[in-house]
């Protein structure tokens, strides 16, 4: 399975992006898929997640202005991106692993078996 991002870029503060992630290969494999984000000198950090009956979670730093969603028949994932804040630069990461049922509690990178390569979005003042 490869995943790959799409929908990085520059945006003001205040603005929208939308960041999608496609799977490629077996994609039957997948069941959750989630966002995780990273800034240089920091661990990275799952943002928003998704399991394969549609159940979502979110990172308090994102809650009420992202939303993560997801298609199966094509097997990608989006993160819509709202009032996006300067301290939302990052590169940005899909992920996705074959156990379904997923909570909250399985963020971390360890537990998660495909990856993308980051996108990066860069907010500015």
């Known amino acids: 399975v490869q995943l790959q991002a799409f929908g990085g870029g520059m945006v003001q503060s205040g603005g929208s992006l939308r960041l999608s992630c496609a799977a490629y290969g077996n994609g039957y494999r997948i069941n959750s898929m989630a966002w995780y984000r990273q800034t240089p000198g920091t661990r990275r950090e799952m943002i928003a997640q998704i399991s394969d009956e549609g159940t979502t979670y979110y990172a308090d730093s994102i809650k009420g202005r992202f939303s993560i969603s997801r298609d199966n028949a094509k097997i990608t994932v989006d993160l819509q991106m709202s009032s996006l804040e300067r301290e939302d630069t990052a590169a940005y990461y899909c992920?996705?692993?074959?156990?379904?049922?997923?909570?909250?509690?399985?963020?971390?990178?360890?537990?998660?078996?495909?990856w993308g390569h980051g996108t990066l979005v860069t907010v500015s003042s």
């Open positions: 992920a996705a692993r074959n156990v379904p049922h997923v909570t909250w509690r399985d963020r971390d990178v360890g537990q998660w078996e495909y």
